[in-house]
């Protein structure tokens, strides 16, 4: 299950919610973007 996050107000849904219309619940906004997991670096010897 993806997670997005409004662009406007910062609220976090799930693509479930969106899958009908795609506006944030909280601010009606219809800007989304996928917050990317922190990625561990390692280093080559």
């Known amino acids: 299950m993806a997670t997005y996050k409004c662009f406007n107000c910062g609220k976090k849904t ?24 922190k990625i ?3 280093k080559a010897i």
């Open 14 to 37: 799930t693509n479930n919610s969106l899958e009908k219309r795609f506006l944030c619940v909280g601010c009606g906004s219809k800007i989304f973007y996928k917050p990317r997991s």
């Open 40 to 42: 561990a670096k390692i």
